[in-house]
């Protein structure tokens, strides 16, 4: 028997398009049928992948179509993709490995006008030109695409300026890049085209390979531009950066950014700059999220203290994480007693990974008989203590705290190393926090449904395990039922 070309395959595939499905997903069935007598030329894999995914429930076979989706794209399969995405709701879709230029091509063919994705993944993918101006014109046929992650995509060769002068991605809000760890290529190309096309409100770089001062200096200069940013985080996961680097960002974060979240894990600074940005972080008063977590300090010629206390002035911080910077005992009292000065409206403390000895714990004792707003503290120290490590005094101090607080719900701590009785009470008054957490979210619920609803009621049911949703339809049946019973008896029931 001869094979059957591509263009009779084509020709095949393409008069099954538009046949109405006589049930939900009928259409798989119908397509999978019309493709087996086309299937001369198919690798075995992709037979097996159509299969599964026509046999799927919905659930499953969402989970196999991001993998059929690659394989048409592999194998130039425009006719059949064409048939998948114009009946399959796609609003995420994650490609891998290589894509060559047919790849791209044919997803562009595929993809039916106003294609609804609102997600997209690329990951471990080297692009070259022509791969990218067709990246491009998919992306534009994506109009509602919302989130963009990128993750070790890199690029060879010269970068299109149509990126930046051409039609924008006007839907984009979220770009999330972990960059890879090969030096020749340009792991930073491709978010500075996109970050060239749109104004995104959330931008996410995770640092695992080396980049050159250059390039910081391009993506910093890139992110003045960025108009609608309020969320940034700057992640070194390897320690492969200089001061220099983080630098290139200071003017950008000393500017008048109104950044709500900010995130700088990971870098070497000297502290010294450390200090300049700090002061800079407390003129952003939109700040409500902060983590600078797991630096490395430097001692630059004049080496001076770290003032974090000088954080204790942001009032709009909610989310605060200091965590592995190894502060001595005397900063990290001081920060504790500003932030009772300040009055600060914390919710969210970490101080893991730092010095904290008995004179620390006894600040934070003090720290939470002030603040009613905390709900999670952080208190692991950077190295795990004895049992004689904080004085009975402190914790003592600590456990009235807890028992006095009316919100703390999660505290991390090295538990073994608490004696079992202060361990008793303190685990005591978390439990009962949460609990009443979850009383009030349910009493909530309950009354936004019926308004007036007891919350004593909402208590009670709580403490049944009843959700909110049983409680409601439980309780219109048992009314219906008394309403019923009422009305037999007339008016003297």
């Known amino acids: 028997m001869n094979p059957v070309t591509r263009t009779q395959r084509a020709q095949f595939i393409s008069s099954t398009v538009g046949i109405p499905a006589t049930k939900p997903g009928g259409w798989k069935v119908t397509l999978k049928s019309k493709l087996q007598t086309t299937l001369h030329g198919r690798p075995p894999a992709f037979e097996r992948l159509m299969d599964q995914y026509v046999r799927s429930e919905p659930a499953e076979g969402k989970r196999c179509l991001n993998r059929l989706i690659g394989m048409c794209m592999k194998l130039s399969e425009p006719e059949v993709l064409k048939e998948i995405l114009a009946n399959e709701t796609v609003e995420s879709m994650q490609l891998e490995g290589r894509v060559d230029a047919k790849g791209w091509e044919t997803l562009i063919a595929a993809m039916p006008a106003g294609f609804p994705v609102q997600a997209l993944t690329l990951s471990i993918m080297r692009l070259d030109a022509s791969g990218l101006d067709l990246l491009r014109k998919a992306l534009l046929g994506m109009p509602n695409l919302k989130k963009l992650f990128l993750y070790k995509v890199s690029v060879e060769g010269a970068f299109s300026s149509e990126w930046s002068n051409g039609a924008a991605f006007e839907a984009l809000e979220t770009v999330h890049v972990a960059t890879g760890s090969i030096p020749e290529l340009d792991a930073c190309a491709l978010l500075l085209g996109v970050l060239g096309a749109s104004k995104v409100r959330s931008l996410s770089i995770r ?287």
């Open 207 to 493: 640092i695992s390979g080396l980049i050159t001062c250059c390039q910081h200096a391009s993506l910093a200069k890139s992110l003045a531009h960025q108009t609608r940013l309020n969320s940034l985080k700057l992640v070194v996961e390897q320690p492969c950066n200089t001061p220099k680097q983080l630098g290139c960002y200071m003017p950008f974060l000393c500017g008048q950014a109104s950044l709500t979240a900010l995130n700088l894990d990971g870098w070497e600074l000297e502290t010294s700059d450390f200090n300049r940005l700090l002061a800079a972080l407390r003129n952003k008063p939109a700040l409500t999220s902060l983590s600078l977590r797991n630096f490395t300090f430097l001692n630059g010629t004049e080496p001076e203290p770290v003032q974090i206390s000088s954080l204790a002035g942001m009032r709009s911080l909610l989310d605060l994480d200091l965590g592995g910077n190894s502060f001595e005992d005397d900063a990290m009292i001081e920060l504790l007693l500003a932030l009772k000065e300040e009055q600060t409206c914390l919710m969210f403390l970490g101080l893991n990974g730092n010095s904290i000895g008995s004179a620390t714990i006894a600040a934070t004792a003090a720290l939470l008989n002030a603040n009613t707003t905390f709900l999670e503290l952080s208190l692991q120290p950077a190295t795990q203590p004895d049992r004689a490590g904080w004085s009975l005094d402190a914790l003592e101090a600590l456990v009235k705290a807890f028992e006095a607080h009316p919100s703390l719900r999660r505290f991390g701590v090295f538990w073994s190393e608490i004696p079992e009785a202060y361990r008793r009470r303190l685990e005591s008054s978390l439990v009962r926090n949460w609990h009443s957490f979850m009383v009030n979210g349910m009493w909530g619920a309950l009354n936004s449904a019926r308004p007036g609803f007891p919350k004593d009621v909402a208590r009670h049911i709580y403490k049944q395990g009843v959700t909110e949703q049983d409680a409601l339809s439980m309780s219109s049946v048992n009314k219906a039922a008394w309403n019923e019973r009422r009305g037999g008896r007339g008016d003297a029931g």
